[in-house]
């Protein structure tokens, strides 16, 4: 049989960030943590592995024949780059999600288990999917450990992995835990924005400006100005924690920022070809459209309140929601009455509140 040893450095070789074999046992203190936030509401409306906690923690729910599970983590910096400077009118993209960095992951995954299977064994590549909660089986695999971010930490990489596993009935020797934690620090706690890490290792999904930006229906008015340039993911707590620091100060990169205007001129083949990598609520553009606004109207630019403006007249309602919001933000000489004449032939009432609240922030003078 493939030895473990030969499908770790196989792995490693081809720029795995570590490797790791668990047994498949449910995860009964994870089904427990995530049914206490569901519980509590801090999943928000996020589903994944929450909307079926109980088959997200036994993998032989879905693959009774599971005897090991083969975690593999990949770090996808310095090659994601770093978005660099705020500039008005363009947006940045968390690191993970300049590319598809699961393409790495996947291949990995796809060679242990072409091993395995050659050996004669069952084997299933499993990753960024709701059958499998992928931190638990990496701390478990001693691939890493928790962070105080909710992440799995791994040494030399910190938190910039991506996680997946090869599910097999090939009854490998497992790996022990790391014997290892974020001990006294908790840099990460503070650093993100919103405080949606309401305690060490418990993060608030109603505060967490990633899920945001990736869940359907209206964002928050509360939000909006936290989500600050942002189009797509967060990344201020991995920033912030030590582990990643190396790694991160070697990212220079200019990778990670897009043009907003170019964003939000272009047709749904072209924004679904060039972001279909990410997760997209119903794969609608709409969504990817909605966030630019709401960046736009915190990065201004010369042409940000005319851009926004066009939205006003959009067959989408909730297009016309965050436009109204872009344009009391940007608040130049004319937005009230721009915000006046949409407000004229308006009948969504969701719409015309935010065009009230919008006419108030531009008028007060407050940005």
């Given amino acids: 049989m493939e030895s473990l040893e030969r499908i770790r450095r196989k792995a490693l070789d081809a720029g795995a960030a570590g490797v790791g074999v668990c047994d498949a046992e449910p995860f009964v203190a994870t089904a427990a943590a995530i049914e206490a936030r569901v519980a509590a509401g801090m999943n928000a409306g996020m589903r994944f592995t929450f909307a079926d906690p109980a088959r997200a923690t036994d993998i032989r729910a879905s693959l009774p024949w599971a005897q090991r599970l083969v975690v593999v983590a990949w770090g996808y910096l310095p090659d994601a780059g770093s978005p660099g400077p705020a500039e008005p009118g363009t947006a940045r993209i968390a690191r993970f999600a300049t590319e598809n960095h699961y393409d790495g992951l996947r291949r990995v995954l796809a060679g242990i288990a072409t091993a395995l299977r050659a050996d004669g064994h069952q084997a299933e590549p499993i990753s960024d999917d709701n059958r499998l909660v992928d931190r638990a089986a990496a701390v478990r695999a001693g691939v890493g450990w928790w962070g105080k971010n909710t992440m799995v930490l791994a040494p030399g990489a910190g938190p910039w992995l991506l996680l997946g596993s090869v599910v097999t009935d090939a009854e490998l020797p497992v ?67 030590p582990p990643g620091g190396r790694l991160l100060a070697g990212s220079t990169a200019a990778r990670g920022r897009t043009d907003l205007l170019e964003l939000l001129g272009a047709d749904d083949a072209t924004l679904l070809d060039r972001y279909g990598h ?36 959009n067959p989408d309602w909730l297009l016309r929601a965050h436009a109204a919001w872009a344009v009391g933000e940007v608040g130049d000489e004319l937005a009230a009455a721009v915000l006046d004449a949409a407000a004229a032939g308006e009948n969504h009432r969701e719409v015309q509140t935010e065009i009230v609240l919008a006419r108030e922030v531009a008028t007060a003078g407050l940005r």
Avoid: H, K
């Fill in 175 to 241: 790996s022990e835990p790391m014997g290892r934690d974020c001990g006294t620090c908790d840099a990460c706690l503070p650093a993100c924005p919103t405080g949606a890490l309401v305690t060490p290792g418990l993060l608030d999904a109603r505060r967490c400006l990633a899920y945001w930006l990736q869940a359907p229906g209206v964002i928050p008015y509360e939000l909006r100005r936290a989500i600050d340039d942002r189009i797509y993911g967060c990344d201020d707590c991995l920033e912030a924690c």
């Fill in 278 to 313: 990410w997760y997209i609520p119903r794969r609608q553009p709409r969504y990817l459209r909605r966030n630019a606004l709401i960046a736009l109207g915190n990065t201004g630019g010369p042409r940000a309140a005319a851009v926004a403006a066009g939205f006003l007249s």
